[in-house]
């Protein structure tokens, strides 16, 4: 089974409000049936949603609409980072789980500077812990400290590394409509993917190639990189994703496909199969149970 591990979907403001943005403009729409039909046409199975920010109520009604192809990741907004005062950010989580959702993601941990020990957001990435679930990290450079500290702080505690545990900075959108970066691995970025690897917990999402390269496909500039990282996890800890819809039309999710095959030609099918899929479904079960046919609409 094909799973995409990290997809966005949206609509409009005025028709479901969202974060609004120079890379997610007001009119512009990622609706799911244009998700499913880029999924068929690419031959992938199963997806997991992850909102743009913390309004996501559209992304639980797709969820609760089609919850055997679909998974989702929630995204943490201050207060359920424990930041608000008066307010308990473990029933915060736990509301956002009551809809689906069955992951949470953050660009932040504590304060740079303070030990993870104090930070506000301890009894969440404790309760994670304790449920399973993993935290999907997406965090910029000044919190790559905390991150580090994470695994003996919270131990159990499933790890995801997004689009190859980069540190999200200086964003441009270029004249394709999609995020880019032009200093994608300084050196303490790489440090800390590297160092993560020791721990069995912490993942790494094969992804967002397109954003962090100054090439075309297969991204020769980043094989090394790549292939070190990949060397690190192995398959069985790393998760294909595309990145919809930024990649919607370049490269398009067929050519994200075989990306894996051309970046990392050593891997086995076995290791292939993990990556394209056996990882995602070991993260969220609920996909590997599923029964449906992968390419049916819920009404169906």
Same mark, same amino acid.
């Given at each position: 089974?094909?799973?995409?591990?990290?997809?966005?979907?949206?609509?409009?403001?005025?028709?479901?409000?969202?974060?609004?943005?120079?890379?997610?403009?007001?009119?512009?729409?990622?609706?799911?049936?244009?998700?499913?039909a880029?999924?068929a046409?690419?031959?992938?199975?199963?997806?997991?949603?992850?909102?743009?920010?913390?309004?996501?109520?559209?992304?639980?009604?797709?969820?609760?609409?089609?919850?055997?192809?679909?998974?989702?990741?929630?995204?943490a907004?201050?207060?359920?980072?424990?930041?608000?005062?008066?307010?308990?950010?473990?029933?915060?989580?736990?509301?956002?789980?009551?809809?689906?959702?069955?992951?949470?993601?953050?660009?932040?941990?504590?304060?740079?500077g303070?030990?993870?020990?104090?930070?506000?957001?301890?009894p969440?990435?404790?309760? &994670? @812990?304790?449920?399973?679930?993993?935290?999907?990290?997406? +965090? *910029?450079?000044?919190?790559?400290?905390? %991150?580090? =500290? #994470?695994?003996?702080?919270?131990?159990?505690?499933?790890?995801?590394?997004n689009?190859?545990?980069?540190?999200?900075?200086?964003m441009?959108?270029?004249?394709?409509?999609?995020?880019?970066?032009?200093?994608?691995?300084?050196?303490?970025?790489?440090?800390?993917?590297?160092?993560?690897?020791?721990?069995?917990?912490?993942?790494?999402?094969?992804?967002?190639?397109?954003a962090?390269?100054?090439?075309?496909?297969?991204y020769?500039?980043?094989?090394?990189?790549?292939?070190?990282?990949?060397?690190?996890?192995?398959?069985?800890?790393?998760?294909?994703?595309?990145?919809?819809?930024?990649?919607?039309?370049?490269?398009? &999710? @067929?050519?994200?496909?075989?990306?894996?095959?051309?970046? +990392? *030609?050593?891997?086995?099918?076995a290791? %292939?199969a =993990? #990556?394209?899929?056996?990882?995602?479904?070991?993260?969220?079960?609920?996909l590997?149970?599923?029964?449906?046919?992968?390419?049916?609409?819920?009404?169906?």
């Amino acid at each position: 089974m094909i799973v995409d591990a990290h997809v966005h979907v949206f609509r409009p403001f005025r028709v479901h409000p969202r974060v609004v943005d120079d890379l997610a403009p007001a009119e512009r729409d990622a609706p799911v049936e244009d998700l499913r039909a880029a999924m068929a046409a690419a031959g992938v199975d199963r997806a997991v949603l992850v909102p743009l920010g913390s309004e996501d109520d559209y992304v639980a009604e797709v969820l609760a609409a089609d919850p055997d192809r679909f998974a989702a990741v929630a995204v943490a907004d201050p207060d359920t980072q424990g930041r608000t005062a008066g307010v308990n950010p473990v029933r915060l989580l736990h509301a956002r789980l009551t809809r689906g959702f069955g992951a949470l993601r953050t660009q932040w941990l504590g304060e740079p500077g303070r030990p993870l020990a104090e930070s506000p957001m301890l009894p969440v990435l404790r309760e &994670l @812990a304790v449920g399973g679930l993993p935290l999907w990290s997406y +965090l *910029p450079p000044e919190q790559l400290p905390l %991150l580090r =500290a #994470l695994p003996d702080e919270v131990p159990g505690l499933r790890v995801v590394l997004n689009h190859l545990g980069f540190a999200p900075h200086d964003m441009r959108v270029d004249a394709h409509g999609r995020p880019a970066f032009d200093d994608p691995f300084p050196p303490q970025v790489i440090d800390t993917v590297m160092e993560l690897a020791a721990c069995p917990d912490v993942h790494l999402m094969f992804s967002g190639q397109y954003a962090l390269s100054g090439e075309a496909p297969p991204y020769s500039d980043l094989s090394g990189v790549v292939a070190a990282f990949a060397g690190a996890y192995g398959a069985d800890r790393m998760l294909w994703a595309s990145d919809y819809p930024w990649t919607r039309e370049r490269p398009g &999710l @067929a050519e994200l496909r075989t990306l894996a095959e051309r970046m +990392l *030609p050593d891997l086995s099918e076995a290791e %292939l199969a =993990a #990556l394209h899929g056996g990882t995602a479904l070991r993260l969220f079960p609920s996909l590997a149970s599923s029964t449906s046919s992968p390419l049916s609409g819920p009404e169906d």
